[in-house]
C-alpha cells in the first residue's frame, strides 16, 4: 500500500500532467514501461474481438434517426393510405443528394415505404451534388421531393 505522503505526490503529479487522477497516471505509466500503446493493442491481442470496422457514436446516430423519420412516415402515409380514397397516382421525383455518400441509400428506402403506402405511386430517384442543388430542383419545380441536411449543425 502506498503511504499517504507519497499518494499526495502522486495525486499533484497526474495532475500536472494533466490526468484526471492517480489511477489513469499510473496505467499510463505502466503501459509506457510494457510498450503497450492502449486499447487497440489490447484489442488486437483479443481472440474475441472480430475483425469488423468498429461504428462510431455519430454513425449509429444519423442511422437511428434516418429509421425513425422512415418509420414515422410510413406511419403517417400508411394511416392515410387506410381510407378509402384510392391516393394519388403519378411519378414524384425524389433528388437524394452525393451518389457516395448516405442520402442516395436513404432515398432508396423512403421510396420504397412511399411506394408502399401508396402503390399508385412510383417514385423515381435523381442524385444531385448535395442540398443546395436539391433546394434549387424544388424551387425550379424539377422535383416533387429532396432531402436536405440543415445547413446549422
Not at 52 to 60: E, F, N, Q, S
Not at 116 to 132: D, K, V
Request: proline share 7%.
Amino acid at each position: 500500500m502506498t503511504p499517504p505522503d507519497d499518494r499526495r505526490t502522486a495525486d499533484r503529479r497526474a495532475g500536472e500532467r494533466g490526468f484526471s487522477d492517480r489511477r489513469t497516471a499510473d496505467r499510463r505509466a505502466d503501459d509506457r514501461r510494457t510498450g503497450d500503446r492502449g486499447t487497440a493493442d489490447r484489442r488486437a491481442a483479443d481472440p474475441r474481438v472480430l475483425d469488423r470496422p468498429v461504428v462510431g457514436r455519430r454513425t449509429a446516430l444519423r442511422a437511428a434517426v434516418g429509421s425513425a423519420a422512415v418509420v414515422a412516415l410510413g406511419a403517417a402515409l400508411a394511416g392515410d393510405a387506410s381510407r378509402q380514397d384510392p391516393g394519388p397516382s403519378g411519378e414524384p421525383l425524389l433528388a437524394t443528394g452525393e451518389p457516395t455518400a448516405f442520402y442516395p441509400a436513404f432515398g432508396r428506402l423512403l421510396a420504397a415505404e412511399i411506394e408502399r403506402a401508396h402503390p399508385r405511386l412510383s417514385c423515381r430517384l435523381r442524385t444531385t451534388a448535395g442540398s443546395i442543388a436539391n433546394i434549387e430542383l424544388l424551387r425550379d419545380g424539377h422535383a416533387d421531393l429532396a432531402l436536405v441536411r440543415s445547413l446549422h449543425g
